[in-house]
């Protein structure tokens, strides 16, 4: 199988000319956003753990005009080995409102939350959530009807890059392109919590912040380590300076789904933090022993048919640990630059995303790429993609990615990315 191809065009400029030719009119605001593709620690965000990330050269670029209805009509341009392919998805705000108000946090007569159905998902009302979302924050006026919506994507789907978040944090951003203040750090914020909020609701998938968060304020000449104890941002240096080329590879036609399961582990998360009054697990002194004690407690009056065992909570606990652990280590590694300290730390947590956190769907993969001689092989979004993200030696990785590809994989160059942006319409 080839290589990822690279577009001619950038993105932004293709999004602009189909959306006017398709519409009939010029767009009302075009934004674009990168891939996004992970170095570790994308399980322990919600636990108030640190996740690095970087962003990668594909693009998705998102151009939408106002419509006279309350039909949201999106159309995507998809970029695949094989050449463009085209799909329209649509929904009305009316459809939109209705499912926001399935997600709305519920109790029963015993006074326990009622978990809400599992959205439904779709393109059109993914980017619609953004749009609600933005209106019930008063960041749109509730006037906002329907409207035209194009959407141009150059990121492979499947391969753990991102693409849907890019989509998300594209739109979220055309639909601010006339506010103020769109490059500072407290607007682009909060516009990867609107992100949030809105896939939380609207979109099959569970959520990574940090993917909205990378794609809005992250840099493509750095990794992002974000530490979500305190909410913090800061960079570290690409490995790619030192010598080291990354790939994302993905046998084509597999797929993992755990996303019920991480959703599982997120709510018992969300559960023990409200419980204790706490935003999160990480600033809880004794968090893994205290959490089981209070665990114990619900199983003795409420019964465990709700609830994780003690066992599996203590797995998940001990991974958060450890792996929050692992990431600020590989942090100090990198800006050190110790490269005999990184490759450690990713082996390590690729055993234990498999082992103690039981999710699986690229071991073998990664097993192949660490054989044909790459440096790590860790997967690229664990229990929600196959693929995994592979570092090699610079003087190997040309050998390493011909080798693949000729095996029938689909090898994508991780190049250094661009933070979301605008179009200039004039």
């Known amino acids: 199988m080839p290589m990822w191809p690279s577009s001619q065009a950038p993105a932004l400029e293709r999004v602009l000319s189909i959306h006017q030719e398709n519409t009939g009119v010029a767009a009302t605001q075009a934004a674009d956003a990168p891939a996004t593709w992970l170095l570790l ?26 419509r006279q209805d309350d039909l949201v009509k999106v159309t995507r341009y998809a970029t695949g080995v094989d050449g463009i392919s085209m799909t329209t998805d649509s929904v009305s705000i009316r459809d939109v409102a209705e499912r926001a108000a399935e997600q709305q946090p519920t109790v029963d007569e015993r006074g326990r939350l009622v978990v809400p159905p599992t959205p439904e998902g779709g393109l059109a009302a993914r980017l619609s959530g ?12 509730r006037e906002t009807a329907g409207m035209d919506v194009t959407v141009v994507d150059d990121i ?104 019920e399961e991480i959703r599982r582990r997120r709510r018992f998360l969300a559960t023990a933090c409200q419980a204790f009054g706490t935003e999160s697990l990480r600033l809880l002194p004794d ?3 205290r959490v089981l004690e209070w665990l114990r407690a619900v ?49 390590q947590s690729q055993s234990e995303l498999v082992g103690k956190y039981d999710l699986h769907g690229a071991s073998e993969l990664a097993q192949l790429c660490l054989e044909r001689g790459a440096q790590s092989a860790r997967s690229a979004a664990a229990g929600s993609s196959t693929a995994v993200i592979t570092g090699v030696d610079k003087h190997h990785a040309a050998n390493f990615a011909a080798d693949l590809s000729a095996d029938g994989l689909l090898v994508i160059k991780l190049e250094a990315g661009e933070v979301a942006g605008l179009a200039e319409i004039s």
């Open 41 to 66: 620690g994308e399980h322990v965000d919600y636990a108030g753990g640190v996740v690095l990330i970087s962003q990668a050269a594909p693009r998705v670029a998102v151009a939408y005009s106002p």
């Open 299 to 347: 199983h003795k009056v409420h019964g465990e048919a709700d609830s994780p065992s003690l066992k599996e909570a203590g797995a998940w606990l001990s991974f958060h640990e450890e792996e929050t652990l692992r990431a600020r280590r590989l942090s100090q590694a990198l800006r050190s630059r110790r490269l005999p300290a990184i490759w450690p730390l990713i082996a």
């Open 156 to 259: 492979p789907q499947g391969a753990g890059l991102g693409a849907e978040a890019a989509q998300e944090a594209a739109f979220a951003l055309a639909l601010q392109g006339f506010a103020e203040g769109l490059d500072l750090a407290p607007t682009r914020t909060r516009l990867a919590e609107v992100c949030v909020q809105s896939a939380e609701m609207f979109a099959a998938t569970p959520p990574l912040r940090a993917r909205y968060t990378c794609a809005l304020r992250g840099s493509g000449e750095t990794i992002s380590v974000i530490d979500y104890a305190d909410g913090s941002l800061t960079q570290a240096p690409l490995l790619q300076t030192s010598g080291i080329d990354f790939f994302a590879i993905m046998a084509p036609g597999t797929h993992t789904n755990a996303d």
């Open 287 to 289: 968090a893994p022993q």
């Open 130 to 141: 953004i749009a609600w979302t933005m209106i019930h924050r008063q960041l749109l006026t």
